[in-house]
């Protein structure tokens, strides 16, 4: 029973497309956050969801989107992909009271611009 | 800008012994620190944390230790085991902003 799941685990794709990444977590979290790790493995975070609300739009493209269906689900959009987009993307979530209970991440999602 | 920062990125310990991981931060501000672990192809999952109150904190086989003064904590892991490698994270918290070390890959040898 995956807590945090996101698909695809591995996306290989052209420069120049659209991409989407899913997450869902059964764990009843109210906040929900995408990450990038980067080449030199530095964990970044890009977008923080609140019961479906945005509250930390960190400094990222605006080629990337988030979008919160319900606050089970976040998942992310990428336009016009580039080669500088290659990470692996983290979906986490945590409860209101995430100082104490830190994160529940997901596994990753490989993204390779080619 | 590195808010928190993992000086080793790589540490070998024997079987048994202890493994000690190193975090440095900069901002006196922060108040909540936490320790993440890393296998390969999966996410971090929580470890143990600390808060800014406290200077030591123990769950089992790992114990954080704070030194405010010195803006650095550390991870202790005694004895290790093989099960023990993997990448480790050490993150800190301030308003809605979480900061993450780039790890510290911990190898365990039989």
């Known amino acids: 029973d995956t807590a945090v799941s996101q698909t695809p685990k591995y996306l290989v794709t052209q420069m120049g497309n659209d991409k989407s990444i899913k997450c869902e977590q059964n764990?009843?979290?109210?906040?929900m956050y995408w990450y990038k790790q980067d080449s030199k493995k530095f964990l970044k975070i890009m977008f923080s969801?609140?019961?479906?609300?945005?509250?930390i739009n960190e400094t990222v493209p605006n080629r990337f989107s988030p979008k919160s269906p319900d606050k089970a689900h976040l998942n992310l959009h990428i336009n016009s992909l580039e080669l500088g987009d290659s990470a692996v993307y983290f979906c986490a979530s945590s409860p209101w009271d995430r100082k104490y209970y830190g994160y529940t991440f997901g596994s990753g999602t490989r993204l390779t611009v080619v | 800008d590195q808010q928190v920062k993992q000086n080793s990125p790589s540490l070998s310990v024997q079987e048994g012994r202890i493994s000690i991981l190193n975090c440095d931060y900069t901002?006196?501000?922060?108040?909540?620190f936490l320790w993440y672990k890393k296998y390969p192809a999966e996410g971090p999952t929580f470890l143990i944390s600390i808060s800014s109150i406290k200077d030591k904190n123990e769950d089992g086989r790992f114990t954080v230790f704070l030194n405010k003064s010195a803006k650095h904590l550390s991870l202790h892991i005694v004895p290790s085991q093989p099960g023990d490698s993997a990448v480790y994270f050490c993150?800190?918290?301030?308003?809605?902003?979480?900061?993450f070390g780039t790890g510290t890959s911990l190898t365990v040898i039989p």
């Open positions: 993150a800190t918290h301030t308003g809605n902003q979480f900061y």
């Open positions: 901002n006196s501000m922060f108040d909540y």
């Open positions: 764990l009843g979290h109210d906040t």
């Open positions: 969801y609140n019961n479906k609300e945005l509250i």
